[in-house]
């Protein structure tokens, strides 16, 4: 039996899915939907199985009311940075990623908050082939919650087996994956062999958490910058300001490239 969420205030999950799919399933709604009495009698008639669910928690940790959250059963933290925390997910019958960015840390200026919610726009905004795909974006009262596919490996682990053909692919496929948020108006900001993740044999760029719109001003004090890679003059004293532009990602992936040739 397939489980479903369903919520009106989505087009892909709208009760009205429910009312054309032949079944069985297993559907989940949250209880202060308006259209949870209707779901419900309706399930009845068909004899599915429906729940209505106030909150979704595992463990200690409440998820968002939404797809694929509600249908998550374990969580275990792989990462814990400064503004993040990122959780391998397992449901019934596959791994996702999820990242939590808690809305009590650094939200002291508001900017930093925009950037959080930028963040989670960013991965349904900008789909390709090039970028990790997103699953959904949520919130709960403390954190904004983005969910992903997994990958096999960040790119700086995956070295060892790669040869020179895949490596070359999957760095084709980072470039690619630049020249399309450059295309769409963005700059990433933070390229590094840790944001490129290799996935069947093929590069996705990922963590959108630095980028900035093309030739917008950001105070230099907020990007989330990785100096070895970041261009040298985003590393001027705080206080300056200078506008987001590609040539920033040209050059991180340049240091990309050239500490790839010292490893050889």
Not at 169 to 183: I, K, P, Q
Not at 191 to 215: C, E, T, Y
Request: charged fraction near 25%; charge should be neutral; hydrophobic fraction near 45%.
């Amino acid at each position: 039996m397939r489980t479903v969420f369903i919520s009106s205030v989505s087009g892909s999950d709208h009760p009205r899915r429910v009312l054309s799919d032949k079944g069985p399933l297993r559907v989940v709604i949250p209880a202060h939907d308006p259209y949870a009495g209707l779901v419900e009698s309706f399930c009845r008639q068909r004899g599915w199985e429906c729940r209505r669910i106030e909150r979704h928690v595992v463990g200690d940790v409440e998820l968002p009311l939404g797809s694929p959250f509600v249908f998550v059963v374990s969580l275990r933290p792989i990462y814990r940075g400064a503004t993040a925390t990122v959780y391998e997910a397992s449901t019934e019958d596959t791994v996702i990623i999820l990242k939590q960015i808690p809305l009590d840390v650094g939200m002291d200026h508001p900017v930093k908050y925009l950037l959080a919610s930028q963040e989670a726009k960013l991965w349904v905004d900008l789909r390709s082939p090039w970028t990790v795909p997103v699953l959904g974006t949520g919130t709960t009262p403390s954190a904004i919650w983005i969910a992903m596919e997994r990958m096999d490996a960040t790119l700086d682990r995956a070295l060892e087996t790669l040869d020179a053909s895949a490596l070359s692919l999957v760095l084709a496929d980072a470039c690619r994956g630049l020249a399309f948020l450059h295309e769409a108006g963005w700059v990433h900001m933070d390229v590094k062999p840790q944001n490129i993740f290799v996935h069947q044999g093929r590069g996705r760029l990922g963590d959108f958490s630095a980028m900035w719109r093309r030739g917008v001003c950001l105070p230099i004090s907020l990007r989330a910058l990785t100096p070895r890679y970041a261009d040298p003059r985003l590393l001027r004293p705080e206080g300056r300001i200078l506008k987001a532009v590609p040539e920033f990602d040209v050059y991180s992936m340049g240091v990309v490239l050239r500490e790839l040739v010292e490893k050889g």
